[in-house]
């Protein structure tokens, strides 16, 4: 029973992240573009909220999903207002409250990206090496795919105009460690919810990307 009850959450979770990004998707590009953008904060909390709910009872996962929120919050806080780490940017207010001018829910999104691009590694390879690498790679690619529309969507913006070289560098020194200790202390995500989840927001930023002439003129 506990089993079955289990299948049904994750199920239920995974229907739910597609509709907000499907939808999402839609109402950006071809609808009322600047409620589906200001509702970006709900949308990151279901995700988040959903993926604790799902792999919670995951032996480390809570340790693992901490320590990604405050080593990502510190390093943004660091970020925004000293220019360390990633190079000189600003957080817009798209993405809700803030701390020290680091949106809440960024540290959110940094538990989010690193279960989920480690549980992705770990599926594909049994070794430690090789799943650090493709998890840091997944991040890095995520990234590389927001940083352009990032300024559109009032996300964040660089104060040369664009992602330095130093961004992506800053990226890899925070994401390694978060991605060596998913692995060291032995998460083990069986749920196909992180999957979903990091292949959603992938396409979801891919689609836009493609439409970021559009997007310009929309907003």
């Not at 000293?82 to 540290?107: D, H, N, T």
């Not at 940094?110 to 997944?138: E, F, M, Q």
């Not at 995520?142 to 009032?154: K, Q, S, T, V």
Request: hydrophobic share 55%.
């Amino acid at each position: 029973m506990k089993f079955k009850e289990s299948i049904d959450i994750q199920i239920m979770s995974i229907a739910t992240i597609w509709l907000f990004h499907v939808s999402g998707i839609i109402g950006i590009l071809y609808g009322n573009s600047q409620w589906f953008v200001e509702a970006t904060p709900l949308n990151l909390s279901i995700c988040f909220f959903l993926l604790v709910l799902v792999c919670w009872k995951t032996s480390g996962f809570i340790k693992i999903t901490t320590l990604s929120f405050i080593v990502g919050m510190l390093a943004e806080i660091l970020g925004v207002n000293f220019g360390y780490i990633f190079g000189s940017y600003q957080y817009g207010e798209a993405l809700g409250w803030k701390l020290y001018g680091v949106p809440i829910l960024i540290g959110a999104n940094w538990s989010i990206l690193t279960v989920c691009s480690a549980a992705i590694a770990s599926h594909l390879y049994d070794k430690l090496v090789p799943r650090v690498i493709v998890g840091l790679g997944l991040m890095l690619l995520l990234d590389f795919m927001i940083e352009p529309i990032a300024p559109i969507l009032d996300f964040w913006e660089f104060q040369s105009g664009k992602a330095p070289l130093q961004n992506y560098f800053g990226w890899f020194l925070v994401a390694l460690p978060l991605q060596f200790f998913y692995h060291f202390w032995k998460v083990d995500i069986k749920h196909w919810f992180t999957h979903h989840l990091f292949l959603l927001q992938l396409l979801f930023f891919m689609i836009l990307l493609l439409k970021i002439n559009t997007l310009q003129n929309l907003l």
